[in-house]
């Protein structure tokens, strides 16, 4: 083979990293020409045949049969538009692929797959940390149907970014007590393993939701008895994966769990979910002993009337000066990663922050984390917003406007 079609190449590394996570086929195919220097050649189907097809599609965590599919024909068609000849092992794999697979229908009996998500490491990044490799591959079964009833086992733009913000500040994540509201797939507590928090809890209402991040956390040896011998992140004794219905939990039951740092990805969905996701945080930010605006180990159901305090929330941008250190010190902080969908439910999640003294800062723009997925043609950074939140007994802070708010698609 070239050594232009080196696997260690940035276009290669791409293309592969790709693959594994299951980008859409047309990016691929866009990767694959950025291979061969706008064309698919001979040598670059060679590199798919070998490093796509037979290395990594050989493995157990491995992309659908279906995926691999479509993937070959897209192949295929682009090298025959341009009348170039077609490495025969695409086409027998290919035609074997038709024969043992009927439209769809093994996609259809089984609507989980398992995406790698491989974390390439900028050079120079994380300089001081000990590291093995230059990239961190994560396995992860995840669902087909990411908006028809199985939210809470795909796989979220807010948690690719809140991944890439822990690898980006691993000091500010080691050695502390992280805990995660809804959790879903598990991506953010591993990162969190894998930059060696203290403890890692990851959580989630959902009971789908959460057999399926138990099953994550077994294929990456995260889980107390399973072989170490074959690990792929870090010690399986770091990560607790708790079931948590925010409506239900008790106050007693959650201050338990003192953590230093609370972590959420796209959680800012619901406006009927906003009063009790709320109420979780206030009891983990707030530094007294018990929740000043609750007597109740749990709110009642009164909507958006929720909260009685008088507190001032804080929203803005987080000024150049503040590091993320500044920031921990004040006490336990929390990160949200969302993607604004609603301008209407956020407006509402900053209205119960304010009734319960919670300063909620922007520091997308002054804390940019470095990019671990650029092969990731569908992951969209600029739609997702970072948040800082902390418990404020500032009653002089003023409310920032945020009619400028960004809103994703």
């Not at 035609?95 to 089984?110: E, F, G, V, W």
């Not at 690898?167 to 990162?191: N, Q, R, T, Y």
């Amino acid at each position: 083979m070239d050594e232009e079609f080196n696997p260690s190449t940035t276009a290669c590394l791409h293309l592969v990293s790709a693959f594994l996570a299951m980008e859409p086929t047309d990016c691929l195919i866009s990767l694959a020409r950025e291979c061969g220097q706008g064309s698919i050649t001979m040598g670059v189907q060679s590199f798919i045949w070998k490093e796509c097809i037979n290395r990594a599609a050989s493995n157990i965590n491995r992309p659908s049969d279906s995926y691999i599919k479509n993937f070959l024909k897209k192949v295929i068609l682009d090298v025959e538009s341009h009348c170039s000849d077609v490495l025969d092992g695409l086409y027998e794999q290919y035609a074997y692929y038709l024969t043992s697979l009927k439209d769809d229908s093994l996609m259809a009996a089984n609507n989980r797959v398992c995406k790698s998500i491989s974390f390439l490491f900028p050079d120079g990044c994380l300089e001081g940390t000990r590291r093995p490799t230059s990239k961190l591959i994560v396995p992860l079964q995840c669902s087909l149907n990411m908006l028809k009833g199985d939210t809470g086992c795909s796989i979220w733009p807010s948690s690719l970014y809140l991944s890439e913000f822990v690898l980006s500040h691993p000091k500010l994540f080691s050695d502390k007590s992280c805990f995660e509201v809804g959790s879903g797939v598990g991506l953010v507590g591993m990162i969190l393993a894998y930059v060696k928090a203290k403890k890692v809890i990851l959580s989630d209402g959902d009971f789908s939701s959460l057999a399926n991040m138990k099953r994550n956390l077994e294929m990456n040896q995260l889980i107390t008895g399973t072989d170490m011998s074959d690990r792929t992140i870090q010690d399986p004794h770091l990560v607790d994966c708790i079931h948590l219905p925010w409506e239900s939990a008790s106050e007693s039951r959650l201050r338990d769990f003192r953590p230093d740092i609370v972590l959420g990805a796209d959680v800012i969905y619901d406006p009927l979910c906003l009063p009790h996701l709320i109420r979780i945080l206030s009891i983990f930010l707030n530094p007294v002993e018990s929740n000043p605006c609750q007597g109740k180990d749990a709110p009642e159901d009164n909507g958006l009337a929720f909260g009685s305090c008088l507190g001032r929330a804080v929203y803005g941008e987080a000024s150049n000066t503040e590091s993320q250190c500044d920031i921990a010190k004040k006490g336990t902080v929390a990160y949200i990663a969302t993607v604004i969908r609603n301008l209407d439910t956020f407006h509402c999640f900053l209205k119960l922050t304010r009734e319960n003294h919670l300063s909620v800062v922007d520091i997308t723009e002054t804390q940019k984390p470095l990019e671990f997925l650029s092969y990731m043609q569908s992951y969209n950074r600029s739609s997702v917003r970072l948040f800082s939140i902390s418990f404020s007994g500032d009653q002089n802070s003023s409310m920032v406007a945020i009619d400028d708010c960004k809103s994703g698609s």
